[in-house]
């Protein structure tokens, strides 16, 4: 079957040239076909065009939120890092007061902190673009995670640390160092010669020769737990120091404080006097470790 053709008369100006074109019904629609295509993809370029001029304040705004992001981000990693410089300082600290105490470090304390403690590359530099960020957060995430485990374990050895600090500022205070009164030593601590029967006998303390009425101060921090009569010593007093330690005075002539008493070191306890089996006014001293009798000359530093 043939195809149709249609004619078209060119007629110019001169009307005795006539020319007569013809063209085929496939020709004409192929290039209608052109025409619905152009005039379509220009209207697809047109509201395209005002499609991105309307969106150009919303993407504006995001970018405006990106860039807070950065902000943010990079300010987050240099909280991180300075926290992570605080931490390394506190624990070189805690290890300083260990060394001069003479106190081991513990184990998972140097299993936290030998990683050094340092951030990731990520969060040196952060990333233009903004896909990149989530591997930054992750990395945050990791190091805030090393930074609470840390935290954990340096508080856990700040506490024991303190613990033990007080335990032995305790035991030290604790610890008679003072004499508990003025005088001399007139009978030292050992096997000595009787006075009174004139045998070798053990003196279980040492005899400070004083006058009459000498104040008597306790030499280390304790408990009054007895203040009455007690045998040759007369009147006597015995102070619990806790950890093993106790001291005990004889032959006193007035207490100044009463059994159950809380005492510091230095508070003035009681008088020497001359009662019990004495042959002079002066103190007779004593000091017990765990229930055995010690020289007190070696607990007397002043």
């Known amino acids: ?60 705004a995001l970018a405006d939120e990106v860039t807070n992001q950065r902000a943010q981000l990079q300010l987050y990693a240099q909280k991180i890092r300075a926290l992570n410089s605080e931490m390394e300082t506190l624990h070189g600290f805690e290890k300083k007061i260990r060394v001069i105490a003479n106190v081991e470090t513990p184990a998972d304390q140097d299993a936290v902190f030998g990683i050094g403690g340092t951030l990731d590359d990520d969060l040196e530099t952060l990333p233009a673009l903004s896909e990149s960020h989530a591997n930054v957060v992750r990395a945050m995430h990791a190091n805030l995670e090393q930074l609470e485990e ?53 003196h279980r303390g040492m005899d400070i020769a004083t006058r009459q009425g000498t104040i008597i101060v ?62 002079a006014p002066h103190l007779h001293y004593e000091v017990h470790v765990n229930g055995i009798p010690v020289n007190p000359a070696k607990y007397i530093l002043d």
């Open 1 to 60: 079957m043939r195809s149709k053709k249609i004619s078209f008369l060119i007629v110019p100006e001169n009307t005795s040239n006539v020319k007569q074109v013809k063209c085929s019904r496939g020709f004409l629609a192929v290039i209608a076909c052109f025409l619905v295509i152009g005039f379509a993809g220009v209207g697809y370029v047109f509201h395209d065009y005002f499609t991105l001029k309307a969106m150009l304040p919303s993407v504006g």
């Open 150 to 202: 840390a935290s954990i374990v340096q508080k856990r050895a700040f506490s024991e640390l303190h613990d033990y600090l007080q335990d032995q500022r305790s035991l030290l205070a604790s610890t008679p160092a003072v004499s508990p009164t003025t005088g001399w030593v007139s009978s030292g601590f050992g096997y000595r010669i009787s006075p009174f029967t004139g045998h070798r006998e053990f």
């Open 218 to 279: 306790a030499p280390a921090d304790g408990v009054v737990t007895f203040a009455g009569i007690k045998g040759g010593l007369g009147k006597a007093m015995v102070i619990d120091h806790g950890y093993g330690k106790v001291t005990r005075y004889g032959h006193i002539s007035e207490w100044k404080v009463q059994a159950g008493k809380r005492v510091k070191r230095g508070d003035t306890i009681a008088l020497v006097g001359n009662t019990g089996r004495s042959t």
